[in-house]
């Protein structure tokens, strides 16, 4: 059975719930190992043993691994790879910062961001910002990839027992150094997990509108808020709103569009949800191409009137 | 300082690609092709970077057909100084285009090596990685604000909960994301001027690398089509259907 290696996402205290689908991913692939290396990450790799399908943890613990600096894990993972047959991490920032510096140490392509496992090294994955889906079959001797989260359920984060062993890896390379990070603190489901997604585009008008029109209706329906591309770029909201091609992909139970046209791009980061609902006031918006229900109007008058009514 | 920026020359952002009926791949006969957008914002912070006198000359770089040339000229017409064409036919896989780079990294020896976060065809998201990891050298990814310092540069990098920021020692490799700033558009001066600008025409055999594809394309298909569904008339409506679904 092939020995696959898991990058686990997490603070040092809980892992994140983009690991658990890669457990689902890479269980497909063979026996998992998780990887957790961070500084002070005691808590994590406890928390990752728990979770259903994980065979054995290492535990990488070392003030280099404390900001997940690709300068310093790539190193580590590679060297770890000895053991392994694939190194599966998610497709998030994290996950895409530093799988590519590993395969490029392992002289592999990587395949990136999979849909499904259709053979030991044969996978499906979109292009084109999800226009087409190819699948591919590696040639390589070992496998490097990452998952895309919202294609694979998710792993029981409990109900696992697998040993923490503790492995330690190169040191600091003094290439690079972390200076600080600006994580907006919310209450609210994190977009990549939320059953509910209320998002906005351009039509918002600006900040304030945003957030008179948008939010309320979110917070009634618990909902995670996100944002085009446009909305992005036009300063309603900051860039970890924003779904599509390049932001965040979500699949949540539903995603509400509202004032959001529909490019290609933004599409490509949200079609897979399970009910879309759109509010726009154009007729003939490719967002109705795909919505499952359509309301035509002002979303300046029928979004307040939505809340109010829920 | 040098820059060394890599173009690639992809389907036009604005064109909806369409899958091949015999599931080979997507086809781009007569399909309006441009820059890749990531890579536009790598040529034009380059510029900048030049214009505060940061950076001394940029050199672009493509990998792929005679036609990249023009993406090329693109490249020389916003403000890069000269450009190399390392051309072939033969799609090529991020890990051998990162392997060129390398190639001409060792030659021309840049201070900042800068590229887009991902192209928009193949959305594999890893040159620039893997150059960082083949010369050795520190990673910006998904740059949204560079400022260089002495012999180290301060990335501002745009990550899942927010922006982190993160200090490298130069020589380093820095990716683009959107927000870095917005590309300007070439002149018509500028781009007479550019089909002057010296352009070398390379191979990868040039710089020895094997671009035979470690991954092989079994088949290009559809996605799932989504179908759309029903238009309601009113808000009381959709608040009916939220109730139906359980989630109002």
Same mark, same amino acid.
């Not at chain 1, 054995?56 to 613990?61: G, Q």
């Not at chain 2, 020896?109 to 065809?121: C, E, F, M, R, W």
């Not at chain 2, 740059?143 to 012999?151: F, P, Q, S």
């Given at each position: 059975?092939?020995?696959?290696?898991?990058?686990?996402?997490?603070?040092?205290?809980?892992?994140?719930?983009?690991?658990?689908?890669?457990?689902?991913?890479?269980?497909?692939?063979?026996?998992?190992?998780?990887?957790?290396?961070?500084?002070?990450?005691?808590?994590?790799?406890?928390?990752?043993?728990?979770?259903?399908?994980?065979?054995?943890?290492?535990?990488?613990?070392?003030?280099?691994?404390?900001?997940?600096?690709?300068?310093?894990?790539?190193?580590?993972?590679?060297?770890?790879?000895?053991?392994?047959?694939?190194?599966?991490?998610?497709?998030?920032?994290?996950?895409?910062?530093?799988?590519?510096?590993?395969?490029?140490?392992?002289?592999?392509?990587?395949?990136?961001?999979?849909?499904?496992?259709?053979?030991?090294?044969?996978?499906? #994955?979109?292009?084109?910002?999800?226009?087409?889906?190819?699948?591919?079959?590696?040639?390589?001797?070992?496998?490097?990839?990452?998952? #895309?989260?919202?294609?694979?359920?998710?792993?029981?984060?409990?109900?696992?027992?697998?040993?923490?062993?503790?492995?330690?890896?190169?040191?600091?390379?003094?290439?690079?150094?972390?200076?600080?990070?600006?994580?907006?603190?919310?209450? #609210?489901?994190?977009?990549?997990?939320?059953?509910?997604?209320?998002?906005?585009? #351009?039509?918002?008008?600006?900040?304030?509108?945003?957030?008179?029109?948008?939010?309320?209706?979110?917070?009634?329906?618990?909902?995670?808020?996100?944002?085009?591309?446009?909305?992005?770029?036009?300063?309603?909201?900051?860039?970890?709103?924003?779904?599509?091609?390049?932001?965040?992909?979500?699949?949540?139970?539903?995603?509400?569009?509202?004032?959001?046209?529909?490019?290609?791009?933004?599409?490509?980061?949200?079609?897979?949800?399970?009910?879309?609902?759109?509010?726009?006031?154009?007729?003939?918006?490719?967002?109705?191409?795909?919505?499952?229900?359509?309301?035509?109007?002002?979303?300046?008058?029928?979004?307040?009137?939505?809340?109010?009514?829920? | 300082?040098?820059?060394?920026?890599?173009?690639?020359?992809?389907?036009?952002?604005?064109?909806?690609?369409?899958?091949?009926?015999?599931?080979?791949?997507?086809?781009?006969?007569?399909?309006?092709?441009?820059?890749?957008?990531?890579?536009?914002?790598?040529?034009?912070?380059?510029?900048?970077?030049?214009?505060?006198?940061?950076?001394?000359?940029?050199?672009?770089?493509?990998?792929?057909?005679?036609?990249?040339?023009? =993406?090329?000229? =693109?490249?020389?017409?916003?403000?890069?100084?000269?450009?190399?064409?390392?051309?072939?036919?033969?799609?090529?896989?991020?890990?051998?285009?990162?392997?060129?780079?390398?190639?001409?990294?060792?030659?021309?020896?840049?201070?900042?090596?800068?590229?887009?976060?991902?192209?928009?065809?193949?959305?594999?998201?890893?040159?620039?990685?893997?150059?960082?990891?083949?010369?050795?050298?520190?990673?910006?990814?998904?740059?949204?604000?560079? =400022?260089?310092?002495?012999?180290?540069?301060?990335?501002?990098?745009?990550?899942?909960?927010?922006?982190?920021?993160?200090?490298?020692?130069?020589?380093?490799?820095?990716?683009?994301?959107?927000?870095?700033?917005?590309?300007?558009?070439?002149?018509?001066?500028?781009?007479?001027?550019?089909?002057?600008?010296?352009?070398?025409?390379?191979?990868?055999?040039?710089?020895?690398?094997?671009?035979?594809?470690?991954?092989?394309?079994?088949?290009?298909?559809?996605?799932?089509?989504?179908?759309?569904?029903?238009?309601?008339?009113?808000?009381?409506?959709?608040?009916?259907?939220?109730?139906?679904?359980?989630?109002?």
């Amino acid at each position: 059975m092939a020995k696959v290696l898991v990058w686990v996402e997490h603070d040092n205290a809980s892992v994140k719930d983009a690991t658990l689908a890669v457990v689902t991913a890479a269980s497909q692939i063979g026996e998992v190992t998780a990887l957790v290396a961070g500084s002070g990450c005691d808590a994590a790799a406890a928390a990752a043993a728990q979770i259903e399908g994980v065979t054995k943890v290492l535990k990488a613990d070392d003030a280099a691994y404390a900001n997940a600096l690709a300068e310093n894990v790539a190193p580590l993972v590679a060297g770890l790879m000895a053991d392994y047959d694939a190194f599966v991490a998610p497709a998030t920032t994290t996950g895409k910062n530093i799988a590519p510096r590993v395969a490029a140490l392992l002289d592999v392509m990587q395949v990136s961001d999979i849909l499904s496992v259709e053979g030991p090294k044969t996978f499906t #994955r979109p292009i084109y910002a999800g226009n087409a889906i190819a699948t591919v079959e590696s040639t390589d001797a070992k496998l490097v990839i990452t998952v #895309r989260g919202t294609a694979f359920g998710k792993a029981a984060a409990t109900g696992g027992s697998a040993a923490v062993e503790a492995v330690s890896g190169p040191a600091d390379s003094g290439l690079s150094s972390f200076v600080g990070s600006e994580i907006a603190k919310s209450e #609210r489901p994190e977009l990549t997990s939320a059953k509910i997604i209320v998002s906005g585009g #351009r039509a918002l008008k600006d900040a304030a509108t945003f957030q008179e029109v948008i939010i309320p209706l979110a917070d009634k329906l618990g909902a995670g808020v996100g944002a085009s591309r446009a909305a992005v770029d036009a300063g309603y909201v900051p860039n970890d709103y924003q779904v599509g091609q390049t932001g965040k992909i979500v699949a949540p139970q539903v995603y509400i569009a509202v004032g959001i046209s529909g490019a290609i791009q933004h599409l490509a980061g949200m079609k897979d949800s399970k009910v879309i609902i759109a509010i726009n006031k154009d007729e003939d918006a490719p967002i109705f191409q795909v919505a499952d229900i359509g309301l035509v109007g002002d979303l300046f008058k029928l979004v307040p009137e939505l809340t109010g009514k829920l | 300082m040098k820059a060394l920026v890599c173009v690639k020359r992809v389907i036009d952002y604005n064109v909806k690609p369409r899958v091949k009926a015999d599931g080979t791949g997507v086809d781009l006969a007569n399909v309006k092709m441009s820059m890749n957008p990531f890579d536009e914002i790598a040529v034009e912070e380059a510029i900048r970077l030049k214009e505060k006198g940061v950076v001394t000359e940029i050199i672009a770089v493509s990998v792929g057909p005679q036609k990249a040339q023009e =993406t090329l000229r =693109t490249a020389l017409a916003m403000g890069a100084d000269r450009a190399i064409l390392v051309m072939t036919d033969d799609e090529v896989e991020p890990l051998a285009v990162a392997k060129i780079v390398k190639g001409i990294a060792d030659e021309e020896a840049p201070g900042l090596i800068i590229t887009g976060k991902q192209a928009i065809d193949d959305d594999s998201n890893q040159v620039g990685q893997m150059v960082a990891a083949l010369l050795g050298r520190p990673q910006g990814t998904f740059a949204n604000e560079i =400022t260089v310092e002495g012999d180290s540069v301060v990335v501002k990098r745009e990550i899942d909960g927010g922006l982190e920021t993160v200090k490298l020692a130069l020589p380093a490799v820095v990716t683009t994301d959107l927000r870095l700033n917005e590309p300007r558009y070439a002149s018509l001066p500028n781009i007479m001027k550019a089909k002057n600008k010296p352009l070398a025409n390379k191979t990868p055999a040039d710089y020895g690398v094997d671009t035979t594809p470690r991954l092989k394309t079994l088949k290009v298909g559809e996605p799932p089509v989504r179908v759309a569904g029903i238009k309601v008339a009113d808000v009381d409506a959709l608040v009916a259907k939220l109730k139906e679904m359980g989630v109002a």
